[in-house]
Structure formats: C-alpha cells, structure tokens
C-alpha cells in the first residue's frame, strides 16, 4: 500500500502538471493519495465564530509609528528648554512638522466680522452711570463673551512696564532662563513652552513661550520672581486684582445679584498672571501662536501689545481684536467665555499678558455650578455641578483641542 502510494505520489509530480493539471484533464474523482483518513473531517462546520478571529489593522501601527516619531520631536524640543524662541534665533526657515496645523484648518483665517463691532466699555462712565455701565456688561457677556475697557485705572506707565518686563524676561540670557524651566504647574514661577506639549489630541504645538507667576491667595516671595520683570509684575498684579474685584461687581449687578456675589464664591481667591511671547513666524499660514480654546477661568483679564492676531469666535465667524491702546480684553449659558485663537505673524515678537483669576491650583473641593438665585422653572440649568479640581483636570487633559470644556458639564 506504501509502496502503491509512493508510486502514485511519484507519477504525479513527474507531470510537473500540479493539481491543476488534474483539474485541466477533466478527473471526476479525487486521486488516493489526496484522501484524508476516513472521519477526518467530522469536524468540518466550525464551532467558533469567525468573527472572534483577530483583526489588526496596521493603519494604526502606522499612526503609533507618527505618534512616536511626534512624541520624540516634541521631547528633543523640550528638552532644549529655549522654546520657540531658540527655532527663531537659530534661523530656521520652515516651521518644523509638530508645530503644523492639519490641511486647510486655517481656511478660515480672514475675519468676516468688523473688529469696530467688538463692545468697547469706557468705565470712566460709572461715576456718572453704574447703571448704563452695567447694562453694557450685561449686553456684552451674552452676546459676545468678550469685551474691553478703557479708563479702566491701569496707568499707561504700568502696562508699558510689564509689557517690556515680559519681554526682557524672554529675550534675557538662555541659561537663566532656563532656571525657571519646569513642567510641574504647582510651582510659584513657570516658564516653558506649551503647556499641553507632550497631549496628542492638541491640534499642534503652538508658536509661543510662555512663564507663569502664582500672584493670589499665596504670591511668591519678591526674590522667587525673575528680576526681568520682577516690579512690573507686582505691580501691574496689584491693579489687575483691583480691576478685577470691580468687574465681579459688575458682572454680578449685571445678573441680577448683589455686587459681592461672585467674589463670595471665592472667584477672585487666585490670580494667575501669564507672559506670552510669540516670536516672528517664518511660515504664519501652517500653525497657530495659540489655538482655538476658550479660558478656564471666572474671568481673564488680557493685555497685548501692537502686534495684534487675537481673534473671538462670534456666531461662528472669526473677528480680529485690534490692538487698542491702553486698552485691557476682558473674557468671560448666561455668561460663557468666548473661543477664541492667537494667529502666527512674521512680525514681532507678539506680547501678551493675561490675568487669570481661578483657585484651578489651589486644593479646592467647593462645588461650583449654576448659580441658585438664577434658576427656576422657566429658567432651569444647563450645567451639572462640578469641583474646580475636576474641571480643570480635564481641561489640562484635554488641552487646546479647538473644543470647549465646559460643554462635557452640559445637562
């Protein structure tokens, strides 16, 4: 039988036919020496479903590979902790690929919108009107999100003196600099570039250094703050909380509660104060100096200089924040904070200094929600309650997405 099998086996491979050889001389019958053993197939209809059998789709090994590749530029990036502005001094002429913005993102750059409609609130006014000056408030929250103010208190010598001690403090030699380099935002005094570098949703890295001074409940020691900017920010610091604790008068009046609501809510507890630098951009069109985003704060209080490419979202256009001489930008559903987005310039550098007032770093688990004295039937809430530890956990996760945080809360 062997030796049948053997010889059989033999004739057909000297053919040099194959099996489609048989095929093509037309056999009814499969051969012997194909037949399985009697019973071997009893098991032929499959008890699992074909559905359990793993499926890898090496698309996404190819995008683990881009994310890698991402990753480590970021990291070789970082890790020189001369920020955007070391790319500029060693006269790079493209911008580099994690700072690109996906194709066509801004297809959308030119305003549609006049800047002269942005609400401009001249609170010299309200010794002769608190009154007009809260209706304009009110006017400009909801509709805009957004608004600035003149006569607002602020010396003009006070913001010409930050606006340079931010950028003496970016401009001052690298290796001090550098000694203020940290990624741990517990810290008093923090200077890096993207908070939000090392997040993957981010639309990409953003052309701007920044350095943050924790100015309230606890400021720093005067001698913790970089000399650069050491005055001018303790001193712009105090006229920031002054205005501010005014404007939550404002706001408060505007909604219909007694003046010292929001500040009783502990809104104005912490004070946050940011210099942002954004340098020349050789290639503006394929990234952002800030993205999309709107502030996590009860209110930022913003200056920026002459440079100007600031823009607010209104009723889905983009509007240009043009630069208004001692002016200060206020952001802040009743009131929600506006999105709103920095674009990239060949000019520059672009300063820009904002006052966050929010307790996001302090321990805090008060519960903060839609404000009771603002409900009712007719008026219910929009927003579920949630802890600042909680929305600003989520916030720094998210990081600058092109997408609000508040909306997760929404009911």
Not at 191 to 211: A, E, G, H, K
Not at 249 to 277: A, R
Request: glycine share 6%; net charge negative.
């Amino acid at each position: 039988m062997e030796l049948d099998s053997y010889n059989e086996r033999k004739a057909f491979d000297e053919t040099k036919a194959g099996v489609k050889g048989l095929v093509d001389a037309h056999i009814t019958e499969v051969p012997h020496i194909f037949r399985l053993p009697q019973g071997t197939l009893s098991d032929k209809k499959p008890s699992v479903s074909a559905s359990a059998i793993p499926i890898i789709d090496l698309a996404d090994f190819q995008k683990t590979n881009m994310e890698l590749d991402s990753y480590n530029e970021r990291k070789a990036f970082d890790e020189t902790k001369a920020g955007v502005k070391g790319l500029v001094d060693a006269h790079i002429t493209e911008v580099p690929h994690i700072f690109r913005l996906p194709q066509g993102t801004l297809s959308d750059k030119k305003p549609s919108v006049s800047a002269s409609a942005i609400p401009i609130i001249d609170l010299a006014d309200v010794h002769v009107s608190r009154e007009g000056i809260v209706k304009k408030v009110k006017d400009a929250a909801e509709k805009w999100g957004f608004f600035q103010v003149i006569n607002h208190g602020v010396p003009l010598s006070v913001i010409e003196e930050i606006k340079g001690g931010v950028r003496k403090f970016h401009e001052q030699d690298l290796e001090v600099k550098k000694s203020y380099f940290t990624r741990d935002v517990t810290k008093s005094v923090v200077y890096n570039s993207n908070f939000d570098l090392y997040n993957p949703s981010s639309l990409c890295v953003n052309w701007r250094d920044s350095f943050v001074c924790c100015m309230a409940p606890d400021p720093p020691n005067p001698e913790e703050i970089p000399l650069a900017c050491r005055d001018a920010m303790i001193e712009y610091s105090k006229h920031v909380m002054t205005l501010g604790g005014f404007l939550f008068e404002l706001l408060s009046e505007s909604l219909g509660l007694h003046s010292e609501m929001l500040k009783s809510m502990d809104c104005m507890k912490g004070l946050n104060m940011i210099g942002h630098y954004y340098p020349p951009c050789p290639q503006p069109d394929l990234t952002f100096g800030k993205s999309q985003h709107s502030d996590s704060s009860f209110i930022t209080i913003l200056l920026q200089d002459q440079i100007g490419g600031l823009q607010i979202l209104h009723k889905d256009s983009w509007v240009d924040v043009s630069p208004l001489p001692g002016a200060l930008i206020i952001t802040n559903d009743k009131y929600k904070s506006v999105e709103h987005r920095v674009l990239a310039n060949r000019a520059g550098p672009r300063i820009s200094v904002a006052g966050f007032f929010s307790t996001n770093m302090l321990p805090n688990s008060t519960v903060y929600g839609p404000i009771k004295e603002l409900l009712s039937e007719e008026n219910p809430p929009k927003y579920t309650d949630f802890t600042l530890e909680e929305y600003t956990k989520g916030y720094i996760e998210k990081g600058l997405d092109g997408t609000s945080h508040l909306s997760r809360f929404k009911i």
